[in-house]
């Protein structure tokens, strides 16, 4: 179909400042402040998520803010409820809801499944699957409420779609977030907010500093890892105007590794 968007979906970000904030969760580190610093390139202004306040979100803050964004900081657990319901919840009284969310924070905990204490599973499925709920659930309807586009982008993993070896934990929970974002897309799909998925394969950052070189080579079909910035990049793209009509969907950056 040729119909035009109507001009509140092809507005450029950059044109409305404060009507295009996006929070971004895990922002202080890794993938989250590449996300932070590229969305802020491409005009979004931010709510910038950390566990805690420190030099490093303080640093990817200043980035956002050199870059023309409105930024402000929250700070919370995503694995405590009640309190990221309470803050999130304050800040959109006070500010608005959010035209997007980025749910980036989550963590890794790699052992053979004989090996996998208690605590290994269950502090994975809560900071990925139970943080994809804890941070959604308070902003969903605050969204629709908006009756304006919005955008949801998720961060699963390759090892979710494909099961990797010594991370049941962490496969099951990656899988969960694919299966929870397609569900949420179906249902808000018709409020004209996308949710879709980014499925990386190895980035560089601290979660993968134990993986050889030899051992990326052999895998990867590009024989290297991927940047930070080129997981950005296509989350940005799915959050711009541009990919409204691009929902429910996983999309990988892998390097073809499959
Ligand atoms: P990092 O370990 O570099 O960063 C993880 C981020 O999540 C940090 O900001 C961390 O905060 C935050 N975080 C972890 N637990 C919590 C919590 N309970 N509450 C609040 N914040 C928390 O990881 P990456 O940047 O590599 O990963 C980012 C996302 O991408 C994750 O969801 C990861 O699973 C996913 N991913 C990463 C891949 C990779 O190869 N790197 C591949 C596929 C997916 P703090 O600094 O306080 O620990």
């Not at 566990?51 to 956002?64: P, T």
């Not at 405590?80 to 963590?107: F, M, P, S, W």
């Not at 974002?181 to 560089?204: D, F, S, Y």
């Amino acid at each position: 179909m040729d119909r035009p968007s109507t001009p509140q979906e092809t507005a450029s970000p950059t044109g409305e400042r404060g009507a295009d904030t996006i929070l971004v969760t895990g922002a202080n580190r890794g993938i989250g402040a590449a996300i932070a610093r590229r969305l802020a390139q491409d005009g979004f202004d931010l709510v910038l998520h950390s566990r805690r306040d420190g030099d490093d979100i303080a640093q990817v803050a200043a980035d956002a803010r050199a870059a023309g964004a409105q930024v402000r900081l929250l700070q919370f657990d995503v694995t405590q409820r009640a309190r990221v319901k309470t803050l999130l919840e304050a800040d959109i009284a006070a500010h608005g809801c959010y035209y997007g969310v980025v749910c980036n924070a989550g963590i890794a905990v790699d052992k053979p499944f004989p090996a996998l204490e208690d605590e290994d599973w269950d502090s994975v499925l809560k900071t990925n699957l139970d943080g994809f709920y804890n941070v959604l659930r308070p902003l969903v309807m605050p969204m629709i409420q908006r009756r304006r586009p919005g955008r949801i982008v998720t961060l699963s993993s390759l090892s979710g779609v494909i099961g990797n070896r010594g991370q049941v934990n962490y496969s099951a929970a990656k899988a969960g977030i694919i299966g929870a974002t397609k569900a949420l897309a179906v249902e808000l799909a018709k409020r004209r907010i996308t949710v879709n998925c980014v499925a990386p394969g190895w980035i560089e950052t601290s979660m993968t500093e134990a993986l050889s070189r030899e051992e990326i080579r052999k895998l990867v079909p590009m024989q290297r890892p991927g940047e930070p910035h080129e997981v950005a990049a296509t989350v940005s793209f799915l959050c711009s105007r541009d990919a409204g009509y691009i929902t429910r969907q996983v999309i990988a950056i892998n390097g073809g590794m499959c």
